[in-house]
T-cell receptor, first 113, second 116 residues
Framework: GQQLNQSPQSMFIQEGEDVSMNCTSSSIFNTWLWYKQDPGEGPVLLIALYKAGELTSNGRLTAQFGITRKDSFLNISASIPSDVGIYFCAGMNYGGSQGNLIFGKGTKLSVKP | GAGVSQSPRYKVAKRGQDVALRCDPISGHVSLFWYQQALGQGPEFLTYFQNEAQLDKSGLPSDRFFAERPEGSVSTLKIQRTQQEDSAVYLC??????????????FGEGSRLTVL
């Protein structure tokens, strides 16, 4: 089946640093989404991308839908402590089962000791 | 409440026991989903309802897993004869009908199942 590869698996941030993570797929998607999950909580949608090449921002977050439709990246500028958590990319195709999102394994953001 | 509500938050079951997990979606959301999230992994799709109709159950891992939503609101995920590999967080999500194809899902906090 379809699989998403997220990198890096984990990273440490210092407040104020910019952060970048990406997601690649073996097959194309029509929609890319980025969700964030805090410990003990469900994922929360951050950004949704619907068109190849689309670049979308949400505050300090910027995400792009790759032109090949097989990848996406998420950037966080000027990170703050509450950015800590696990970030998941997810892909979806039209038709078939709506809401059947394929999730990556996540990128865990932690604070540098 | 304003969000998706799931109960119990934590469930410990002995191998072979049956369990039932409940989901109360956001009021007005006709679409409801169940996902399974193993430790250190992303959520994996189990099943999808639109109102009371189960439109997709392709993600259910075996016939021990059964989901229902008889009145198109609250949903129950039932796992019969639980096994250790069933240990995971079970996430419920809901969505407005016209937002389903956008991937905009609202997740609950999940029910963490541990099978001993």
């Amino acid at each position: 089946g379809q699989q998403l590869n997220q990198s890096p698996q984990s990273m440490f941030i210092q407040e104020g640093e910019d952060v970048s993570m990406n997601c690649t797929s073996s097959s194309i998607f029509n929609t890319w989404l980025w969700y964030k999950q805090d410990p003990g909580e469900g994922p929360v949608l951050l950004i949704a991308l619907y068109k190849a090449g689309e670049l979308t921002s949400n505050g300090r977050l910027t995400a792009q839908f790759g032109i090949t439709r097989k990848d996406s990246f998420l950037n966080i500028s000027a990170s703050i402590p509450s950015d800590v958590g696990i970030y998941f990319c997810a892909g979806m195709n039209y038709g078939g089962s709506q809401g059947n999102l394929i999730f990556g394994k996540g990128t865990k953001l932690s604070v540098k000791p | 409440g304003a969000g998706v509500s799931q109960s119990p938050r934590y469930k410990v079951a002995k191998r072979g026991q049956d369990v039932a997990l409940r989901c109360d979606p956001i009021s007005g959301h006709v679409s409801l989903f169940w996902y399974q999230q193993a430790l250190g992994q992303g959520p994996e799709f189990l099943t999808y309802f639109q109102n009371e109709a189960q439109l997709d159950k392709s993600g259910l891992p075996s016939d021990r897993f059964f989901a229902e939503r008889p009145e198109g609101s609250v949903s129950t995920l039932k796992i019969q004869r639980t096994q250790q590999e069933d240990s995971a967080v079970y996430l419920c999500a809901s969505s407005l009908r016209d937002r389903v194809n956008t991937g905009e899902l609202f997740f609950g906090e999940g029910s963490r199942l541990t099978v001993l």
